[in-house]
Structures are given as C-alpha cells and as structure tokens.
T-cell receptor, first 113, second 114 residues
Framework: AQSVAQPEDQVNVAEGNPLTVKCTYSVSGNPYLFWYVQYPNRGLQFLLKYITGDNLVKGSYGFEAEFNKSQTSFHLKKPSALVSDSALYFCAVRFPNDYKLSFGAGTTVTVRA | EAQVTQNPRYLITVTGKKLTVTCSQNMNHEYMSWYRQDPGLGLRQIYYSMNVEVTDKGDVPEGYKVSRKEKRNFPLILESPSPNQTSLYFC?????????????FGSGTRLTVV
C-alpha cells in the first residue's frame, strides 16, 4: 500500500527566510509525486510534480522540490518565503498504473512579516 | 475557463435528510473523483469514476453514493447523512491518459450535519 507522511503539522518561518516542507513516502516502484497548496476558503492548486528525470523540479510561485529515492523523500522548498505563502500544503503520491492520488495529512505554513 | 464546479459551497443539514452535492467539469475529462478533507487526515478518496457508467469505491465510501450518467457530471449523494460526515468535500477531474499531470480540483463544499 502506498502512503505519504508529512511529519510536521505546522511550519513557521520569517519572511525572507528559506522555507522547507517535508514529505516522505512509502511505496514500492517508481511513484509520481505531487505538491498541492490550499489557500483559505479555496480549493487545491497544483504546485509541482515529479515524474522522472532531474531530481530537482521547479514549480509555481518560486517553489521547488527535490526527489530523493534513497531517502524516499520529496521535500518542498522555497529560498525566500513570502507572507502570501502562508497556506496549507499537501504532498501526494500515485503509481503509474493506479489512478488514485493519495495525500499526506497536510502542513500548515505560516510566514510572519 | 477550464474548471471544476461544485455546488453548493456551504451546506448545513439535519441528520437523515438526503442531499446531493453536484460536481461538473468542462474539460472533457474521463476521470473524476470525490475526496473528503478532515483535520489531521488530509484528503481521503470516497469514490472515483474512470468514465461514464464506471464508478468504484475509494478508501472511505461508506454512507456515500455516486453516479456518472454524463461525462461532465459526477454528483455525490448522501442518502442519510450523519454528523460524522461533517467535512470539507472536494471534487477532482483529470484526463485518463495524462493523470501524471495531476488533477483539477473544485473549490470545495463545506458540509455540516447536525
């Protein structure tokens, strides 16, 4: 069974500092990995994905994520956080032969001015 | 504009009173799915559909029904809602041959069952 873990319920950073949101997964094979963001009272918005190839993927709003197969991790990063990055972030995983997207529990990011 | 539209956005109902949450997409996507979001649990899949008249259970299907009579619509039906179905619900859709690009999500329906 595939599962996704986001070990931190909350991440607090100061504006301008680097932001990291952690994600690990426990699946076999070669999964597809995703990050979504949810702003208050909004639906989920796609940020970025890893399918294959370069382990460092770049996405929307200056975010990037690094796929590490040996550590089964897919951490989301942003070099300089903005107050407007405050939101709920979800990591998700699926297999190529399975259509279900499995989500982590989510991490609330608060960026203080 | 390509989108997934859910209605209503907010709903308060009483235990046992049947309700339907509608979901419609205008992207000609084959795949549609319903999720519920609960604090600390993330999003859990309720039901999904690979195409018209093809539906299957997700991880938490108990107490829910769905139908897929048309490609664009995928309503979620609660025949006899209970308070434990109070949650935030999301509909999602995607192209079956390109699901690695992720899904498009609706804006959500916040349901309260009293």
């Amino acid at each position: 069974a595939q599962s996704v873990a986001q070990p931190e319920d909350q991440v607090n950073v100061a504006e301008g500092n680097p932001l990291t949101v952690k994600c690990t997964y426990s699946v076999s094979g070669n999964p597809y990995l995703f990050w979504y963001v949810q702003y208050p009272n909004r639906g989920l918005q796609f940020l970025l994905k890893y399918i294959t190839g370069d382990n460092l993927v770049k996405g929307s709003y200056g975010f990037e994520a690094e796929f590490n197969k040996s550590q089964t991790s897919f951490h989301l990063k942003k070099p300089s956080a903005l107050v407007s990055d405050s939101a709920l972030y979800f990591c998700a995983v699926r297999f190529p032969n399975d259509y279900k997207l499995s989500f982590g529990a989510g991490t609330t990011v608060t960026v203080r001015a | 504009e390509a989108q997934v539209t859910q209605n209503p956005r907010y709903l308060i109902t009483v235990t046992g009173k049947k309700l339907t949450v509608t979901c419609s997409q205008n992207m000609n996507h084959e795949y549609m799915s319903w999720y519920r979001q609960d604090p600390g649990l993330g999003l859990r899949q309720i039901y999904y559909s690979m195409n018209v008249e093809v539906t299957d259970k997700g991880d938490v299907p108990e107490g829910y029904k769905v139908s897929r009579k048309e490609k664009r619509n995928f309503p979620l039906i609660l025949e006899s809602p209970s308070p434990n179905q109070t949650s935030l619900y999301f509909c999602a859709s995607g192209r079956r041959d390109s699901l690695h690009y992720g899904y498009t999500f609706g804006s959500g329906t916040r349901l309260t069952v009293v």
